[in-house]
Every structure is written in C-alpha cells, then in structure tokens.
C-alpha cells in the first residue's frame, strides 16, 4: 500500500487546516487509516484513527478540535482540524494498517509539515 499526503502548511492560532491521504495499491486489505504526528525529540503519537467498521480513536489532545474521514469509494482520509494550537505544530503522517488473512502490516505516508504560528 502506498500513501500519499497532503494538505499540511502555515496557520495561525485558531485557524483550520483539512490534511488529505490518498492509498493506492492493496487497498483491499486496508483495516485502518489514520494520522499520527511527531516533533523533532519525540515520539511519533497517534492524532486519530477509524476503521473499517467506522470506529473513531483520538488523542485526548485533539478531542473536540480534529476529525476523522474517509472517502472509501476513493480510498481516501482526511483530517478536519480546527481551532488549531501553537502545540499541533509537528510533522503529520498518514498510516494505514492491514491485514492481509494472516499477518498484519503498517504503512506510512511521506509525512506533511503542519505549522501553527501568528
């Protein structure tokens, strides 16, 4: 499975910024899609997360603020994020995990650069 993202940039405080993720490839066996972020020094954490079966997982930090989307149809998910904070600027990666009957697998996009500053 291939990612590709995009959508990341400058924004001000409380501004609104919406990331895309295309997946290509063994779309298939897609379980998962979602967003995880990292700044330089620490670990990649996860933003948010749905599945398949349309379940929603988010970092506490973004509850309320970011939201999760896919387009099936065209395989692809977005993040809505809103009400953006100094502290959500990071590096954003689209991940997908499979499953392919017997063995999971994780892919990563190229990652786009989110930056919240007035």
């Known amino acids: 499975v291939q990612l590709q993202a995009s959508g990341g940039g400058l924004v001000q405080p409380g501004g609104s910024l919406r990331l895309s993720c295309a997946a290509s490839g063994n779309v298939f066996r897609i379980v998962a899609m979602g967003w995880y972020r990292q700044v330089p020094g620490k670990q990649r954490e996860l933003v948010a997360s749905?599945?398949?079966?349309?379940?929603?997982d988010y970092a506490d930090s973004v509850k309320g603020r970011f939201t999760i989307s896919r387009d099936n149809a065209r395989n692809k998910v977005f993040l809505q994020m809103n009400s953006l904070k100094p502290e959500d600027t990071a590096v954003y990666y689209c991940?997908?995990?499979?499953?392919?009957?017997?063995?999971?697998?994780?892919?990563w996009g190229q990652g786009t650069l989110v930056t919240v500053s007035s």
């Open positions: 991940h997908t995990k499979t499953w392919n009957g017997w063995a999971a697998g994780d892919y």
């Open positions: 749905l599945t398949n079966g349309g379940s929603t």
